[in-house]
Nanobody, 115 residues
Framework: GRLVESGGGLAQPGGSLRLSCEVSGIIFSMYNVAWYRQAPGTQRELVARIGWEPTANTDYADFAKGRFTISRDNAKSTMYLQMNSLKPEDTAVYYC????????WGQGTQVTVSS
């Protein structure tokens, strides 16, 4: 499987970004998927996850609740992370992740929140 993130960049505090992750080489709809992030000097942490169809339950880290929304489009084999009300502490490399029988990681996309 191959996961390719896009949509990162520079945002101002209070701004928004939408990350995308295009997935190939696996049956995307059968995988649980998630977004993780890692800031310099810290461990990689879960941001949000969404289960495989049909339930597609979602789960968010406390810092993401109310600000971030994870979603998936199985027809496009793509997952998304809509990030609103961004804060400087959201600055990190964001990774997409897929797991079912095996796990796959994207290479990451940098998100920088700064004025």
């Amino acid at each position: 499987g191959r996961l390719v993130e896009s949509g990162g960049g520079l945002a101002q505090p209070g701004g928004s970004l939408r990350l995308s992750c295009e997935v190939s080489g696996i049956i995307f709809s059968m995988y649980n998927v998630a977004w993780y992030r890692q800031a310099p000097g810290t461990q990689r942490e879960l941001v949000a996850r969404i289960g495989w169809e049909p339930t597609a339950n979602t789960d968010y880290a406390d810092f993401a609740k109310g600000r971030f929304t994870i979603s998936r489009d199985n027809a496009k084999s793509t997952m998304y992370l809509q990030m609103n009300s961004l804060k400087p502490e959201d600055t990190a490399v964001y990774y997409c992740y897929a797991v079912r029988w095996t796990e796959f990681w994207g290479q990451g996309t940098q998100v920088t929140v700064s004025s």
